[in-house]
């Protein structure tokens, strides 16, 4: 059977899809094929959701948003939107979900780590339905 392929996307790609996408890595254990983009790329990830992921033993430190790309969406099996509105192009066959998740930028280490917390339970979900 061929790994599931999931795309997490939020606007900046800076944040929410680099965590949720990080956090799938981490608990699909290579059983996931994961994707994150963002409908208007930062320049870089937020350093509070990179100490945030650190904590886990997560490095994302060397990832860069991405822009969402249509074929990005059209090889998904699971289309994750966080906050990206009606950027994401929506196809049919596809599982779309769309979470309802704070954007961390300019949010406290605290608050980030709730976020990421937040994610990480919903993360944790998706995996147990996909395999």
């Not at 059977?1 to 990080?22: D, H, I, K």
Request: charged share 30%; with cysteine.
């Amino acid at each position: 059977m061929q790994a599931p392929t999931v795309l997490f996307v939020c606007v900046g790609n800076a944040g929410r899809s680099q965590m949720a996408a990080a956090l799938l890595q981490l608990h699909g254990a290579g059983r996931v094929d994961v994707r994150s983009a963002g409908s208007e790329p930062a320049d870089r990830v937020h350093p509070a959701v990179v100490e945030a992921m650190a904590e886990l033993g997560v490095d994302i430190y060397e990832e860069t948003p991405k822009r969402l790309e249509e074929e990005a969406v059209r090889g998904a099996d699971v289309v994750v939107t966080m906050g990206c509105g009606d950027a994401c192009p929506v196809y049919p066959g596809k599982r779309y979900e769309d979470w309802e998740i704070e954007d961390p930028a300019g949010k406290s280490l605290d608050d980030v780590r709730e976020i990421r917390n937040a994610i990480d339970r919903r993360v944790r979900v998706l995996v147990g339905e996909l395999l």
